[in-house]
């Protein structure tokens, strides 16, 4: 039987960081997935005949259901799988494109949720399920409100899924890291220069996020710095961290 990892977001920043981690592990193949093959182009020589790229689009219900008939077709063990495909708008909801909203919700909520079902019957003990949450989730937050509750919505999916496959040895894990240096972080928004704090690296997070995985922790938080506010997010009324935030970003809109 084929040992695989499947990567999906793969030709980002943090899902190619994850993929360069893969080719660490004992696996036959990597599956990288992304919304078309033309992003995953030079993958092969980068990475090797490992690496399998497959192009799916995570809003589309026809490509998810492709990839169950391939996974079903060919059974192979899947030891990894890293819902990492994701996408982030700042902006005020009453200018947001319905087709936009409904993208949002399918690739960082629906799709996770449906290509882990699909997973799971073909995924041994000690086996390992990552999904991409983020500091967002711990705070719901005005002009990404979209975004943050999806994360939500994973960090909570995670921890209830991991505590329901413990008797399959199956690990699942919520990666929560704070801004990360990638191509989905606008770098300016209506012309004014956004600002990050506390800037991590993808393969800073992603070796974070296996180690904790492999120790069998059900949620990854990157940097003292998000820790921090993980527990201040715990210890304050979110009211406040609301109003700091809407007073921050207001300027770029």
């Known amino acids: 039987m084929t040992k695989i990892g499947i990567v999906t977001g793969a030709a980002g920043g943090i899902g190619k960081a994850y993929v360069r981690r ?17 992003l995953l182009k030079g993958f092969k020589e ?27 077709e060919r059974k192979p063990e899947i030891l990894y799988l890293v819902n990492c ?42 086996s390992h399920i990552l999904n991409m949450s983020s500091i967002g989730a711990f705070t719901p937050l005005p002009y990404i409100n979209l975004y943050c509750a999806a994360k939500a919505f994973l960090r ?11 008797e399959r040895g199956i690990v699942v894990t919520a990666v929560c890291p704070g801004w990360v240096n ?14 990050y704090e506390g800037m ?3 393969e800073d997070v992603v070796a974070q ?3 904790d995985a492999k120790a069998g922790r059900d949620m990854s938080v990157h ?9 201040i997010c715990k210890i304050i009324p979110q009211k406040w961290a609301i109003k700091a935030w809407r007073k921050k970003i207001r300027r770029y809109f």
């Open 209 to 211: 996020a296996m180690k």
């Open 85 to 126: 495909a994701g996408t982030v708008q700042f902006q005020s909801t009453a200018d947001a494109c319905f087709d936009e909203l409904h993208r949002t919700m399918m690739v960082n909520c629906e799709a996770p949720v449906l290509l882990t079902a699909i997973c799971i019957p073909f995924m041994p003990k000690g």
């Open 200 to 202: 991590s690296n993808p």
């Open 22 to 38: 893969m080719m660490q592990e004992d696996l036959d193949e990597i599956w990288c997935m992304d919304r078309t093959l033309d």
């Open 156 to 166: 909570y999916y995670s921890r209830a899924l991991n505590a329901e496959l413990q």
């Open 46 to 72: 980068e990475f090797g005949e490992k690496a399998v790229t497959i192009g799916a689009d995570f809003s589309s219900y026809e490509d998810l259901t492709g990839l169950k008939s391939m996974i079903q």
């Open 182 to 195: 990638t191509d989905m972080l606008p770098h300016t928004i209506n012309g004014h220069e956004m600002k």
């Open 223 to 231: 940097t003292w710095l998000v820790k921090t506010r993980h527990v």
